[in-house]
Each structure stands twice: as C-alpha cells, then as structure tokens.
C-alpha cells in the first residue's frame, strides 16, 4: 500500500519547511513527513531547504555562515507574506522532534549536504534521533550519497535512502551493493521498466515531488512504496481511492 509522505510539510498551503506546515500535515493524516536539515554557523540545526535564506525568507544569506540567533529573526513565510496571521520562524530539528515524538509518524530527514557537506552533521542528527527515540520512525537521505553512507557507519540500524534526479542506469544494483534499502528517485523517472528492477533487488521507492492526482495514481499502480507531495489531504483522498477504501 501506497504511503503519503507530505513533502517539507504541507508545503502546498502553508509555508514550507515550517512548523506549521508540519502540524497541518499532521491534521490531515499524513502518513510521513519529508523536511530538509542544514547546519548554522554555531553548529545547531535547522529545518529549510535551500543554501541561502534569499527564496523562503527574503533576505540574502547563507544558513552555514549564520547563527541560530541571527536566523531566527527572519521569517521563513516570506514567499506568503500577506496572507500569514503571524511570522514563521526557521524551526530547528530539535523542534521538530518535540512535536512528533509521541507519533507513529514517518520522518525522513533528507541532510541537506549536497552543496555544503557541514562536517559533523550526521552526528548531530543521530543525537537528535537517539534523544527522542525515533529510530524506527526515520528515513535519512540524501543527494549526497557519501554523507548517507557516512550515517549509516555511526548507526546501521536506521533506513536510509539515496536521492536521484538523474537517470542512474543500474539503479537497483547501485544501490542494492552500497547496501541501502531504499532508492528515492524524482517521480518522472519511474518508468515500469525501472521500477521492475529497483523491485528485483527488494528495494523500497519513495519518490518526490508529486503533486498530481494523475501521477498518484500511476504510481500507487506501480507498486511504489510512498509518495512525496505537497498536497497530503489530496494524497491522503486518492491513495484511499487507489486501496478501494474511499475516502479514510
């Protein structure tokens, strides 16, 4: 059965990578939520996707090169401004977890090392997860394949995922020998002829960013095991459909 993942929270409504794009996530059943985590400049770690602070905030600046303090102080809902009661901060990872720690909600971190490899923040992430006892409700990936298996050294008993937006020829054999169970390409990729083999080698799918009713659909059909979306109450009512359930 096809899970819901809701990408950086209920990014489709609400501003993203925020808390209250978390918690509206978590009101509309959301089976997972995807968020993305960076690492200041005083070595605390923070939940927003991009490398500078330009798009979600509107003031220039680079997330590794300022302060918890300094990033709190913005507001992350720049991209909403005007239709927020209030500001959004940049909530850190440790925030997040206080919200979820009770859940049986899926989290999967993606850290945020593709650019910046943030030396040590794998560690500081495993602490995180070890505090709140959330390892076996986590996925750590990445685009950064070196940072995942990096992870996966400190602590082998997490899930961990491998982030793709290329056409990787041998998929499922790459990522089946580095010995990671679960491949997390972009939707479009997903051709049944690739999905058949990500499959022969019992590898877990988890795709991003699907947004369409239409591209649920194809993909619940596939098999795939979660998709990534921004809109979790529309995921929520056609993965229902696509189960025979109706509307949960």
Not at 9 to 20: H, I, V
Not at 49 to 73: A, I
Not at 78 to 103: A, D, F, S
Request: include cysteine; hydrophobic fraction near 35%; charged fraction near 25%.
């Amino acid at each position: 059965m096809t899970k819901n993942f809701a990408h950086r929270g209920f990014s489709g409504k609400y501003p993203e990578n925020t808390m209250l794009a978390f918690r509206k996530a978590i009101e509309v059943g959301a089976d997972g939520i995807e968020l993305d985590v960076h690492l200041t400049k005083d070595g605390q770690l923070v939940i927003i996707h991009d490398e500078t602070t330009d798009r979600t905030c509107g003031v220039s600046g680079k997330v590794g090169r300022m302060t918890l303090e300094e990033l709190r102080q913005l507001d992350a809902s720049y991209l909403w401004r005007g239709q927020m009661e209030e500001p959004n901060p940049i909530p850190t990872l440790r925030e997040y977890c206080q919200l979820v720690e009770k859940l049986p909600l899926v989290t999967n971190i993606e850290l945020k090392t593709n650019v910046n490899e943030y030396p040590g923040i794998e560690a500081k992430v495993l602490e995180l997860i070890r505090e709140f006892r959330l390892e076996d409700r986590v996925i750590i990936s990445s685009f950064n394949h070196f940072s995942v298996l990096r992870m996966r050294e400190l602590a082998p008993e997490l899930k961990y995922g491998l982030l793709s937006e290329s056409w990787v020829m041998g998929a499922g054999k790459y990522v089946h020998d580095l010995g990671i169970p679960c491949y997390h390409p972009i939707h479009g990729n997903l051709t049944p002829e690739l999905t058949a083999e990500l499959k022969q080698y019992g590898l877990e799918i988890n795709t991003f960013t699907v947004n369409t009713e239409e591209d649920i659909r194809r993909l619940a059909a596939l098999g795939i095991d979660a998709v990534i979306g921004n809109y979790p109450d529309m995921a929520r009512r056609v993965l229902a459909e696509c189960n025979g359930k109706g509307e949960a």
